[in-house]
Structures are given as C-alpha cells and as structure tokens.
C-alpha cells in the first residue's frame, strides 16, 4: 500500500519553462513534506519542505505547494534549467507512537529532463 | 570530506553469503537512518539510531538483517545469509538532532548485487 504517490515517472521540459511534479499522499496523520533531488550515483539531497499548516513555501526557483484537502503537493521550478535535471522524490514525514522518530515515506520519484 | 560517507560504494555477493557495510555520518549527527532502495522505488526506512540506541528496527525485513552503532557515530548494517531479493541501494542518511523533522542528509549508498 503505497502511502505517497509519484504518478509520473518522468517529465520532459523545454529550458527556461515550469516545470511542475506532483505527490499525492493519503496518510492524513502526514504532518511534514520534503523534496529531495538526487542525481545518478548519488545520494538524494534536501531540497524544499513544508509544514502541514502552511500551503506553500518558496526557495529561489523552487516552490511547494501543499494542498491538505486533496492530498496533494507539488514543486513548481521556475525557470528550468539542464541542470535541474535529476530524478526528484516527494517523502512524507509522520511520528508514530511506537518509534523513537519522524518516520519517511518516500515516493517512488519522476526523472525530470529539462531539454537545452 | 563533510558530507555522510558510504563504503563500500558496490558490493557483489554471491547468495549465502553474509556481507557488511558502512556509514560514517556527519560528525555530531545525532540521528542516524538507514534505508534500502530497490530498483524504481524510492528509499524505504529500514532502521534509526539515536546516538548508540537503536530506537526502530521495524522496517528490517527479516531476522537476517542486523545493525549497530555502537560508539554514537559509525555505523554498520550487517546482512547475513543474502538472498536475490536483497539486491538493493542501501543508504544512510543522518541528520542533527531527533526531534523535529530536520533535513536527512543522505550518503552516497552502497549498491549491493547478490548473484
């Protein structure tokens, strides 16, 4: 029972357009939601997060929306740029009763190719 | 370097064998993750440490999947007996402290083949 969603798994853009990837999630007790970029052969890498009581929080070119009713985040990137491309994973964090820490569930990621 | 290290970076391990494998956090990491990702999927959580206590084992699939982090820093996940279904990207993450959900800063993993 996949618990976060990554419907896409991949996504073509032209440079300097938007680039826009979606999550959905359906555990509602998700109080926190991370972006994390990760290119081949390494690691994923922090990128974007929001808390559950706000709806968006912007960094630079990189933007989340969190849209509580529907479940539903996504990470806006404007503009693209070749570099941008990765492979990008939406993770929902909760803290359940039995364990000593934030849990994460990852989804299962879009590669975004940003075209030159 | 400042970032989590992973070693080794790949392993190939033939099925019965057991094999070991690192992660050197950042130093003062607190919190310590380990999760197994397969390929097309993202990571799964497998097990964290607070310091030297192992806090939440209970994403180990099986009774073959042992870790430790005996001094608070390095840490070891230790497979014995590996099978196919094992075959994964193993990656630790730690982050500085473990209250509120702070940014896990992830190693590079380690890719373990079992043929």
């Known amino acids: 029972d996949q618990q976060v969603k990554q419907n896409s798994p991949s996504l073509s853009v032209q440079e300097g357009r938007i680039s826009i990837l979606n999550c959905d999630y359906t555990?509602?007790?998700?109080?926190?939601f991370l972006w994390y970029k990760k290119y081949p052969a390494e690691g994923p890498t922090f990128l974007i997060s929001?808390?559950?009581?706000?709806d968006k929080n912007e960094d630079g070119r990189f933007t989340v929306f969190l849209n509580k009713s529907a479940k539903h985040l996504s990470l806006h990137i404007v503009p693209s740029q070749p570099g941008d491309s990765a492979v990008y994973f939406c993770a929902a964090s909760f803290h359940p009763l039995t364990s000593g820490t934030y849990k994460y569930i990852f989804g299962t990621g879009t590669r975004l190719k940003v075209l030159a | 370097g400042a970032g989590v290290s992973q070693s080794p970076r790949y392993k190939v391990a033939k099925r019965g064998q057991d094999v070991a494998l690192r992660c050197d956090p950042i130093s003062g990491h607190v919190s310590l993750f380990w999760y197994q990702q397969a390929l097309g999927q993202g990571p799964e959580f497998l097990t964290y440490f607070q310091n030297e206590a192992q806090l939440d084992k209970s994403g180990l699939p099986s009774d073959r999947f042992f870790a430790e982090r005996p001094e608070g820093s390095v840490s070891t996940l230790k497979i014995q007996r590996t099978q196919q279904e094992d075959s994964a990207v193993y990656l630790c993450a730690s982050s500085v402290a473990s209250g509120r959900a702070f940014e896990q800063y992830f190693g590079p993993g380690t890719r373990l083949t079992v043929t």
């Open positions: 929001i808390s559950s009581i706000k």
């Open positions: 555990n509602s007790m998700f109080d926190y």
